[in-house]
């Protein structure tokens, strides 16, 4: 049996109820090795960077992350773990899932072009959500092939180098001038990430979400996160819409997780980097019908999720592994089962033996709570 869910952009629209603001209740960082930590021993402080830097500096010392490896929800379920033994009780979200996937949900009203697979599955009341990583790894084999001018591993390196560049491990007055004028010279990791754990809510669902946040940004008492994006200098009315689809990525990746503000480092053709810009995240869906021939609608996007998720609700229902797939150029989203029992690999033997432990916990106190009253009697 396969469920449909349609998602045509014309469905949606309308205003949006307005959307809880993200709360982070938990972090955790890689570090260079990709060794998971509780907390935010990898978190970096943004620094303007230099003008007219070269990106593909230093591209043959790329430290890259090996994201061919299943990674499942291992680093989130950990984390909610540790937070859980803290509260003593359950997280109360209806959904578990990294912010990327919430990302290729809410942007497929408008962005169908490269399709996606996940795997969820029900688990104690909650949708654990995670990527099909065999599809993962074959749209990215079919990206590889694409050709273009610059190949498309340096064009990628831009955006961690620019990170590189704009970041520093500690605050500005505990970072020494040289260390500043050398992040040229620095070797370039993506092993290293820090990471925020939010709840949040869209339509009828409580979501916990987990997704890497670049940088934050030291204005005391509340630093803010910031997100770093690279882009290339718009000088068409092409490259306009192209900018225009990638805001509503940048936008809706840190509407998630509750980033307010965007770094863009603009950049030449080839590499270089000629300008940085701030964007507040939230003025963004007004920028881009201010600006005219909008091929995007905010409203549009929280109102398909929220329904979306409902709906997912319902439909998942029962134990098991299920597949959440919208194929390219296609107009609604498919879920069935492919496995009839257990959770697969998304959720990992120590959470949910903590799961069971935070039960037996939980029906011991009941008890106990249930026989007070007996004790006093006998007293
Ligand atoms: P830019 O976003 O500046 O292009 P993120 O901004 O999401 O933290 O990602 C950091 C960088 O990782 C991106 O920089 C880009 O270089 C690379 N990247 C992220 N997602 C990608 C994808 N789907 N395909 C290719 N590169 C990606
Ligand atoms: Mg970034």
Not at 96 to 122: C, S, Y
Not at 210 to 228: C, F, H, M, Q, R
Not at 370 to 376: A, D, N, S, Y
């Amino acid at each position: 049996m396969t469920y449909r869910f349609p998602t045509q952009s014309n469905l949606y629209r309308g205003e949006s109820e307005p959307v809880k603001r993200p709360k982070e209740f938990a972090c955790f960082s890689y570090d260079e090795q990709h060794q998971y930590h509780i907390g935010d021993r990898s978190m970096k402080w943004y620094y303007t960077p230099a003008l007219g830097a070269d990106l593909s500096q230093g591209y043959e010392d790329f430290i890259k992350h090996d994201d061919s490896i299943d990674e499942h929800l291992d680093s989130l379920l950990t984390t909610i773990v540790h937070h859980e033994k803290e509260t003593k009780k359950p997280i109360d979200a209806n959904i578990v899932t990294w912010r990327g996937m919430m990302t290729k949900i809410m942007a497929v009203p408008f962005d169908n072009r490269d399709g996606f697979e996940m795997n969820a599955t029900l688990y104690r009341g909650a949708i654990f959500i995670e990527e099909n990583n065999e599809y993962k790894k074959a749209s990215k084999e079919a990206q590889q092939n694409w050709r273009s001018a610059i190949p498309q591993d340096v064009m990628q390196y831009w955006g961690y180098k620019f990170e590189t560049l704009s970041t520093i491990p500690r605050p500005w007055g505990e970072t020494s001038r040289d260390y500043i004028e050398n992040r040229d010279s620095h070797v370039t990791n993506n092993k290293e990430q820090y990471c925020s754990v939010v709840r949040t809510g869209i339509g009828k669902s409580i979501i916990c979400i987990g997704g890497e946040v670049d940088a934050i940004w030291d204005s005391k008492p509340n630093p803010t996160y910031v997100e770093l994006k690279t882009s290339a200098n718009p000088t068409s009315g092409r490259d306009e819409e192209n900018f225009h689809r990638k805001l509503m990525k940048w936008w809706i990746q840190s509407f998630l997780l509750g980033v307010p503000k965007i770094i863009v480092g603009f950049r030449s053709p080839d590499g270089i980097l000629t300008k940085v810009e701030e964007i507040k995240t939230m003025t963004i869906p007004h920028m881009v019908k201010s600006m005219g021939k909008a091929h995007w609608d905010g409203d549009v996007c929280i109102n398909f999720a929220g329904a979306f998720l409902e709906w997912l609700r319902q439909t998942i229902t029962t134990e098991g592994v299920w597949r959440i797939r919208s194929a390219p150029k296609s107009n609604f989203i498919e879920v069935f089962q492919v496995e009839q029992v257990g959770h697969g690999n998304i959720i990992t033997d120590e959470f949910m033996n903590w799961r069971i432990q935070l039960s037996l916990a939980d029906a011991t106190t009941s008890v106990n709570a249930e026989r007070t009253p007996g004790v006093l009697e006998g007293g």
